[in-house]
């Protein structure tokens, strides 16, 4: 089984920085792409980033110049930088990747527990 599990959610001012960390486990033959998404209060969940192995990156308009992905594809670990925080990013933030189990080509959808960022004075 496939487990993805996210850390690094905090309360940090604004203007103020975070890691995001998102490491996969379990037994598969490929992991690719992998995502940051998010959830506010009384929102949708919306796409944040987006990375694929050969690190050609998508970031949502609202975070462009601000976050940061990047992965190690040796670990299977995806990474957020976020910079910049504002009181609009606080949300429960989802690690979500596509997963090739047993067969390539064939890719199956897992999420993350999910993580919580609070931007607050």
């Known amino acids: 089984q496939v487990q993805l599990v996210e850390s690094g959610g905090a309360l940090v001012q604004p203007g103020g920085s975070l890691r995001l960390s998102c490491a996969a486990s379990g037994s598969f033959i490929d992991i690719n792409p992998m995502a940051w998404y998010r959830q506010g209060s009384g929102k949708d969940r919306e796409l944040v980033a987006r990375?694929?192995?050969?690190?050609?990156?998508t970031y949502v308009d609202s975070v462009q110049g601000r976050f940061t992905i990047s992965r190690d594809n040796a670990k299977n670990t995806v990474y957020l930088q976020m910079n910049s925080l504002k009181p609009e990013d606080t949300a429960v933030y989802y690690c979500n990747a596509e997963v090739a189990v047993r067969s390539p080509g064939i890719y199956r959808e897992v999420w993350g527990q999910g993580t919580l960022v609070t931007v607050s004075p």
């Open positions: 990375i694929t192995s050969g690190s050609s990156t």
